[in-house]
């Protein structure tokens, strides 16, 4: 089972929830750029999606969603299946989450600056293992 975010962790990723409103398409945009050096990542994805802007921006909602709801995962459950069904769609296994996460906190530097400190891009890692861990558990029921 999955540890539990922490009280600050979750006070932290909630308080970004403004920055993501604004920001989120810009760091969704650079995390992919980030992600897409690898040509084998790359071709997981919709390459339509990504040049429409439907997938980046799809992701900044659902990110902004988490940040939103973090504290009332229930509300997220309809959204964790449809990302679970269609990373099993798409192949994705638990060994791409490291690269994604390897892309999404330094995106979150790039575009906020200063205000990503240490402490929110320490919480936003643990949220991300965190939520990781739950789509890693579903995708691993739906592959079976």
């Known amino acids: 089972m999955t540890k539990p975010l922490s009280a600050e962790t979750i006070a932290i990723v909630k308080s970004t929830a403004p920055a ?4 989120g398409l810009a ?9 897409f050096v690898d040509p084998e990542i790359k071709a997981l994805f919709d390459q339509a999606a990504q040049a429409s802007g ?3 921006r799809r992701l900044a909602g659902a990110i902004l969603a988490f940040a939103q709801n973090v504290d009332k995962l229930d509300v997220l459950g309809p959204a964790i299946e449809r990302i679970a069904a269609r990373h099993v769609e798409t192949h994705i296994k638990p060994a791409h989450y490291p690269a ?12 906020l600056g200063d205000a990503a400190t240490p402490e ?13 861990d739950v789509l890693i ?3 691993t029921e ?3």
């Open 54 to 56: 439907e997938q980046p």
């Open 142 to 144: 739906i592959y079976a």
């Open 100 to 111: 994604v996460a390897n892309a999404l906190l330094p995106a979150i530097k790039d575009v």
């Open 27 to 35: 760091i969704t945009q650079r995390m992919y750029e980030r992600l």
């Open 120 to 132: 929110v891009l320490s919480a936003w890692g643990e949220a991300y293992w965190f939520l990781a």
């Open 20 to 23: 993501l409103q604004q920001h």
């Open 137 to 139: 558990a579903r995708e």
